[in-house]
Structures are given as structure tokens and as C-alpha cells.
């Protein structure tokens, strides 16, 4: 029912001679980037005097285009894990992996949220050439609205009457109320089970939440497997920062997990170390500062 494509590129020349090198990847939003989005001079700094001797990715919600707009200034030596771990590419636009729901499963999903009466965004892919395409129905939500307009300025937004997914779909997110959200995840996982991948956590900028559904292979851990690969690196080097519960994944996978101060509390439980600084505080950036 699903499908997953690789294209192959030429890795960098990731070979032994920088295997032992430790490795450094963080999450983005509320995290890395500062609530207002921008990455503060001083964490581009540092992060880039550490990137001499570390290699450094980042692994996030966002899409590709987002990804790039933050992260002008910002040196990183991994491919990019991008859409929750659906999607892992370079800067170059070159796709390593992708993993997606086909048609049919997203109408499905689709019509089910219809029933609670709401409607997801459908985040997907257009082409080749990673270019992305945001489709999202007509009726919104408070939350949706909000958020949409922030983005009224992109080319790539797909408002459709009537809801239909694409062929190639990275993810399916809905943004609401905790009980309505709550309930219709209970409701999609009793029908598809262990078939999809489900991400049910807070939305901090708008003060709701969020229910993702992606592959069921795709997730932030599947995309550091990925770049190890190409990387040719142990997780015994690897660590990892965040602070929400799609971060889990890869909290279990590295050798040192860090939560910043502003974390959900269930992350920081899981955490081998929780930062005294929030994102806003440039919390990833003074860690790194005391390993230079």
C-alpha cells in the first residue's frame, strides 16, 4: 500500500578517515531556532567552529524549502532529514530517501478526519527536483488559519474545495483542539494500525496540537540510519538535541540525548541531558561551546 523510493547520489567522501569524528544533530523549532524562527549570530559561530571537527545535520518537521530559509549562514557536513524523517536529501536538492503514503491511504485518512470535521494539510512531493507542494482544504480551523497565513506568501499552497491527496505524499498533519485531535487519533489508529506512523504531541506556536501521520518507516531515527550510511558512523558518536515527542526516536538512538530547558517533560525523561537554557537562550549553541 505504501511506497518508498531511493535515488542514489554520490555521498561525500564520508570514509574512515572522519568516522570517528563526533557527530552532532538537532531538531530546529524550539530547539535550534529561536521562537522567531532566526538563528542568532552567536549559535551560527559556534556551530560552525564546531562543524571543523564534528560532523553536524539537523533532523525536522520541516519541509526542504522551509529548512533552507532558516538555515542560511548555517554549516552542516550530514544531508538534511527533513518531514518528521519522510524525506532525506542534501542541500543540493539531490534525494537519498523518501518515504511515502500513496493515494489512497491519504484520501482514506482524508475522508475519516471529514467525520470529525476536520481536514489535514498534505504536505508532498511535486517532482524530482524537490519541489514541494502544501495542499490543504478550504475549511480551516482557528489554528490552521492562523498558521496559513504565515505562509500566504509561498507558491507552493494548494487550497482545494474537495480535499484530495497527490501521488507522492510525505506527510498528513492536523492541527486542533487536544480532545477533537485526541479522538480521531484513537479513531485512524484502530483502523490502520501498525501500518502508519503517528506523531500526537503540543503545537507551541499556536498553543494547540498536532497529529501527524507519515509512512510507518518514517521517522527522525530511520533518517539518522539513512545518514549513517552514508556517513559511516556509529551511533556511539552521535548526539542528538530536541524538544518535542517526534524526537523520541532518535533520543533512543544516540549515545547522549539533550533536551532543552524548554522541553515537553516527557522528552526530558528521556533525556541523558537537560540544558540549564531554553531555544531562545541558544541553549544547542552554548552546549557546544564548552566541547570547543
Keep these: 500500500m505504501f511506497m518508498g523510493w531511493i535515488i542514489t547520489y554520490l555521498p561525500p567522501p564520508f570514509g574512515y578517515t572522519i568516522s570517528m569524528k563526533n557527530i552532532y544533530i538537532t531538531d530546529l523549532d524550539h530547539t535550534f531556532l529561536r521562537n522567531d524562527l532566526s538563528v542568532s549570530e552567536y549559535t551560527k559561530s559556534i556551530w560552525n567552529a564546531k562543524q571543523k571537527t564534528a560532523l553536524m545535520g539537523v533532523a525536522t518537521a520541516r519541509t526542504f524549502r522551509k529548512t533552507m530559509q532558516f538555515l542560511g549562514g548555517v554549516e552542516l557536513s550530514l544531508p538534511l532529514i527533513l518531514l518528521d524523517g519522510a524525506l532525506v536529501a542534501t542541500r543540493e536538492r539531490k534525494i537519498i530517501d523518501a518515504k511515502f503514503i500513496d493515494r489512497e491511504i491519504a484520501d482514506l ?28 482544504s478550504t475549511t480551516l480551523n482557528s489554528y490552521q488559519s492562523e498558521l496559513i497565513t504565515r505562509y500566504i506568501k509561498e507558491d507552493n499552497l494548494q487550497p482545494q474545495k474537495n480535499l484530495r491527496a497527490p501521488k507522492d505524499n510525505f506527510k498528513i498533519v492536523y492541527m486542533g483542539d487536544k480532545e477533537v485531535l485526541e479522538a480521531l487519533y484513537k479513531h485512524v489508529h484502530a ?37 549513517q550510511e ?18 523520541l526516536g532518535m533520543f533512543a538512538l544516540s549515545n547522549t540525548a539533550v533536551a532543552v530547558a524548554n522541553a515537553q517533560e516527557a522528552l ?19 552546549y557546544l561551546e564548552t566541547l570547543l
Design 109 to 136: 485518512i482524508i475522508a475519516e478526519g471529514a467525520k470529525f470535521g476536520v481536514f489535514p494539510f498534505v504536505l508532498a512531493l511535486e517532482d524530482a527536483n524537490l519541489n514541494e507542494a502544501f495542499l490543504h
Design 191 to 227: 483502523i490502520f494500525g501498525d501500518t502508519l506512523k503517528y506523531i500526537f504531541a503540543p503545537e507551541a506556536y499556536l498553543d494547540c496540537y498536532f497529529f501527524t501521520l507519515l509512512h510507518k518507516d518514517a521517522d527522525k531515527a530511520h533518517g539518522i540510519r539513512t545518514v
Design 230 to 247: 552514508f556517513g559511516d558512523f556509529s551511533s556511539k558518536h552521535l548526539t542528538v538535541f530536541g524538544d518535542n515527542l517526534n524526537d
Design 268 to 286: 526530558k525523561e528521556k533525556a541523558d541531558i537537560v540544558l540549564p537554557h531554553t531555544n531562545d537562550e541558544d541553549a544547542v549553541a552554548r
